[in-house]
């Protein structure tokens, strides 16, 4: 898999292609990472990608020109390496928000152009003529598409089969199966006091995953209900899971009676 980042702070990405287990996928021949900095498409002496923004307001906007030939660039390097470009995708506090099905698909993908915008905003005609999709990483701005971008790699990176030494662990992340995960403990078995819960100590792996999947209910309708929901739509949901959710319910409404 390619990914291509237009971004005028490419020293950034050395946090995925030189550390962890982006870094070990790159070395295993997995994926790739090219930055193109638009700074180098520039015109003139200080190379400026940015400019006022017509009408007035506050900050810089980033300009067309610049921006384009970087994607074209990136575009043409991934047909030079033998296949289709694949969508340009911009980060933006108004995109799609990003979630694991979208991280899939992605995932599935040979190659993407990430859009690292920066200053208060991109040229919309550039984003209309240039960009396939905007995806936001949360409600909430950072300073620039950076930070997102190195999130959305790590994410699709993680689910290349090799990236992660034990295949598992992607499957049973949080959303793998729509619901967010339970605990977990390791060494020591007691610790300040507190000891692990006996049902993880007792080598009965029927009950060990009963144990887990109970837990991640509880944890996932205390902090995201609306994922429960989601999952009854979508039949993820048994009798036994009802059950589970049922008692919770009842624990709930017996330590608040008001």
Known sequence: MRFDVVTIFPGMFDAVSAHGITARAIERGLWELHCWNPRDFAAGAYRSVDDRPYGGGPGM???PEP???AIGAARAGQRGAGGAPGPVIHLSPRGRPLDHARVVALAALP???LLAGRYEAVDQRLLDR???EEVSVGDFVVSGGEL??????DAVVRLLPGALNDERSALEESFANGLLEGPHYTRPEVFEGVAVPPVLTSGHHLRIARWRR???LAVTAARRP???ERARRDGRL??????TLAAIAGDARRADPG
Do not use: C, K, R, W
């Open 61 to 63: 906007v980033m300009m």
């Open 67 to 69: 921006l384009a030939a």
């Open 111 to 113: 190659s993407i152009t």
């Open 130 to 132: 240039y960009v396939d």
């Open 148 to 153: 997102p971008a190195l999130m959305l790699i």
């Open 214 to 216: 109970e837990q991640s």
């Open 226 to 228: 609306d994922l429960i």
């Open 238 to 243: 048994g009798p036994a899971d009802e059950a």
